[in-house]
């Protein structure tokens, strides 16, 4: 069965203080990893797509891996306007038209 | 800003009323989705919709019934509702559900609905 874990629930920074988010999945083939960034009250908003093992995308002060087995959401010297709940999402081969969501992660960046 | 546009923004309705909830894009993509986000969790699927076709069904209650009136549209149908309906509605879309690699999805910013 196809499994997409976040960890870890909930992550509380001081500005600037570096840190990283997991989305480990398993999954019988991966069509392509999702992030996005869900503020409250409102709609996901998309981040990135990774395709492959290996794979980077970066954004002013996100950047997103991926392995064989996990994707990481490192954040560069966050500011408060980071805090969001971080949603990591898995299209494999065989869910046409599916997106397995995890249960996110809520990144509090306090000043 | 979101490309993927959602009407009304929040609704509240009783449980003998029957309302929609209307979704509209822009970007040229053959494929719509409607999901349920209930606080706290992740959105769940309901449906999908590919060339203006329904394609997935995730078990849906039939108080729900969406429509695809053309590429651009996509609506939401409500009536006879129950309480625990109550939740935000995303819908979103994308190239297409069959394209080589993933297909990114772009949500809109929602409908938040109350059932009372």
């Known amino acids: 069965e196809d499994q997409v874990t976040q960890s870890p629930e909930a992550l509380r920074l001081q500005e600037g203080e570096s840190s990283s988010l997991n989305c480990s999945y398993t999954?019988?083939?991966?069509?392509?990893l999702f992030w996005y960034r869900q503020d409250p009250g409102k709609g996901p908003e998309f981040l990135f797509t990774?395709?492959?093992a290996g794979e980077e995308k970066e954004k002013e002060r996100l950047k997103a891996t991926l392995t064989k087995k996990e994707s990481f959401l490192h954040i560069t010297a966050p500011k408060p306007e980071d805090s969001a709940t971080y949603l990591c999402?898995?299209?494999?081969?065989?869910?046409?038209?599916?997106?397995?969501f995890g249960a996110g992660t809520q990144v509090v960046v306090t000043p | 800003d979101t490309e993927v546009t959602q009407t009304p923004k929040h609704l509240v309705m009783g449980m003998t009323n029957k309302k929609s909830l209307k979704c509209e894009q822009h970007?040229?993509?053959?494929?719509m989705y409607w999901y349920k986000q209930k606080a706290k969790k992740p959105p769940e699927l309901m449906f999908v919709?590919?060339?203006?076709?329904?394609?997935i069904n995730e078990s849906v209650p039939s108080r729900f019934s969406p429509e695809c009136p053309n590429s651009s549209l996509l609506n939401l149908h409500l009536h006879a509702l129950q309480p625990e309906d109550s939740a935000l509605y995303l819908c979103?879309?994308?190239?297409?559900?069959?394209?080589?690699?993933?297909?990114?999805?772009?949500f809109g910013e929602g409908s938040w609905l109350t059932v009372v």
């Open positions: 919709y590919s060339y203006e076709k329904l394609s």
């Open positions: 990774l395709y492959s």
């Open positions: 970007m040229g993509h053959r494929a």
């Open positions: 999402a898995v299209q494999t081969t065989d869910s046409w038209g599916k997106f397995q």
């Open positions: 999954v019988s083939g991966l069509r392509g």
């Open positions: 979103a879309s994308s190239q297409d559900v069959m394209g080589q690699g993933g297909n990114t999805i772009y």
